[in-house]
C-alpha cells in the first residue's frame, strides 16, 4: 500500500450522458458528435446533396451536445452538479444533507452569480467536511475558492486550532468568500491568498512547510493539474490527502473528439496519477447512492 492516498471526486456528465458511464476506471463514454457518419461523393448534385445532409447532421448532433451541457450548468447552479438529479430527488438528497445556515445562504447568493456551476453542492462539501473529520485534520488547503463554499464547510470541520490555505486569483469572489467566513465565525481560521495558486503553493514550501498538511482538495485551472498535484505532493504529509474535483470533465475526457486544452491537460493527468506509485488512488463518479457514515459514539 502506498503511503499517501490521492482521491478524486470528479464532476459528473450530464444526463444525457449518463446511461453511456463507464464503470472501469470511472471514465464516463460521452455521446459521439458524428457517429456512423457516411458520405459518398459520385457525382457533383450527389456531393451537393451529401454535403447539406453532413451539415444538417453536425448541426443538429452540435446542438443537442450544447442542450445537455447547457442542461447539466443549469444543474450545478441548482446544485445538482453531481448526478442528472430530477428536481424531486434533489430535493430529497439536500433535505438529508446537514448544511449549515451559514452555508445554505452563500449557496443562495452564489447561485445568481456568473459561474454560479463552479460551486460544488451541498453533498459534496458534507463529504470533504466528513474527510477532514475523519482525517483529525488541522492543516488544509484548497486551490480554487471561487465564493467559498468548500472551504467554509472545510473551515467549519476544522477545530479552533484549525488552519486552512485558501488559494483564489479573482477579488470579487474573495470577496464574498470572506464576507461568508465572518459570518459564519471561521475567519481566523483561515488565510486567503489572493494571487495565483502556483506561486502561493510555492511560497508555503519556500516557508518551510513541506509536508506539514493533512488535506488538500483542488478545484481550479484544469491546464494546471499536474502542476497543483506536484506542489501538493510536496506539502502534504505522509498519509495524507489529496482530493481533485473535475476529473470526469463532463465525460469530455473519454470523447476522442473532443481537443481542447482543458480536456487534454485533465487526460494527462488521470493517466499520470494512474501510473503514480507514490500514491494510492480512488477515482470516483461523485454520486453513488451510499450513505457515508462516521461514527461518533460507541453503543457499548
Sequence with gaps: MSPRLAAALPLPPPPAAGAAAA??????????????????????????GALA?????????????????????????????????TPPLYEYLLANVREHPVLRELREETAAMRGSQMQV??????LLAMLVQIQGAQR??????????SSLAV??????????????????????????????????????????????????????????YDFAF??????MYEEYFELLLKLVRVGGLIVMDNVLWYGRVA????????????????????EDKRV???????????YYVWCLLGMG
Design 23 to 48: 464503470r472501469g476506471l470511472g471514465v464516463p463514454r460521452p455521446r459521439t458528435l458524428l457517429s456512423g457518419a457516411s458520405v459518398a461523393f459520385s457525382s457533383p448534385s450527389n456531393r451537393r
Design 53 to 85: 445532409c453532413l451539415v444538417r447532421l453536425m448541426c443538429s448532433r452540435h446542438s443537442a451536445a450544447a442542450a445537455a451541457v447547457a442542461e447539466a450548468v443549469e444543474e450545478a447552479r441548482s446544485g445538482r452538479k453531481q448526478l442528472g438529479m
Design 121 to 126: 453542492s451541498p453533498a459534496q462539501a458534507q
Design 140 to 149: 488544509c488547503i484548497e486551490v480554487g475558492v471561487f465564493t467559498g463554499y
Design 155 to 212: 473551515a467549519l470541520a476544522l477545530p479552533e486550532s484549525g488552519r486552512l490555505v485558501a488559494c483564489e486569483r479573482d477579488e470579487r469572489c474573495l470577496e464574498v468568500a470572506k464576507k461568508y467566513y465572518q459570518r459564519a465565525g471561521v475567519a481566523h481560521k483561515i488565510d486567503v491568498k489572493h494571487a495565483l495558486a502556483a506561486d502561493s503553493l510555492r511560497s508555503l514550501l519556500d516557508c518551510g512547510e513541506a509536508s506539514s
Design 218 to 223: 483542488v478545484d481550479a485551472d484544469k491546464r
Design 255 to 274: 470523447d476522442p473528439l473532443v481537443d481542447d486544452q482543458k480536456t487534454i491537460s485533465i487526460r494527462n493527468f488521470n493517466k499520470k496519477v494512474l
Design 280 to 290: 494510492d488512488i480512488s477515482m470516483v463518479s461523485f454520486f453513488l447512492p451510499l
